[in-house]
């Protein structure tokens, strides 16, 4: 009886603690394997740059894609376009899905790609951020 009144003590004390070391700042700060290969070997300059030039990169893919999407609700004979560019001027089955797919996924996977990069760098940046005023309390 005195062990099934302690053993619930004792599991919600194991949990609580590993709760406590899943959720606690230390595992959150440490860089990932990921993080170690790529931008944690760059200076505090080179990141700060490489994340401008991702963000500037993420605003001309939108830019573009807005520019795409305003030309063909103005009208701009895409599947003319795509005819005329892959197969010499003969007509392509499906050309006008090929002409505003292939741009759609080309986006997205571009979009995708530089978001996962900018918040690698934001990562890398607060972690450092972390550390330095860390390091400054002490």
Do not use: C
């Not at 063909?72 to 899905?97: C, F, H, M, Q, Y």
């Not at 996977?109 to 607060?126: I, K, M």
């Not at 972390?130 to 002490?138: D, I, N, S, T, Y």
């Amino acid at each position: 009886m005195a062990r099934s009144s302690r053993a619930p003590g004792q599991l919600r004390a194991r949990l609580e603690a590993a709760l406590s070391a899943r959720l606690s700042p230390e595992r959150t700060r440490r860089a990932t394997l990921l993080e170690r290969l790529t931008v944690q070997r760059l200076s505090w300059e080179h990141v700060v740059r490489l994340h401008r030039y991702i963000e500037l990169l993420g605003k001309l893919a939108t830019a573009v894609w807005v520019a795409f999407v305003a030309s063909l609700v103005l009208g701009l004979d895409w599947k003319g376009v795509v005819d005329d560019t892959l197969n010499s001027g003969n007509p392509i089955e499906g050309a006008l899905a090929l002409a505003i797919v292939v741009p759609t996924l080309v986006f997205l996977v571009a979009r995708s790609a530089l978001g996962f990069a900018r918040w690698r760098l934001q990562r890398e940046l607060w972690r450092r951020d972390v550390e330095r005023l860390g390091a400054g309390e002490r």
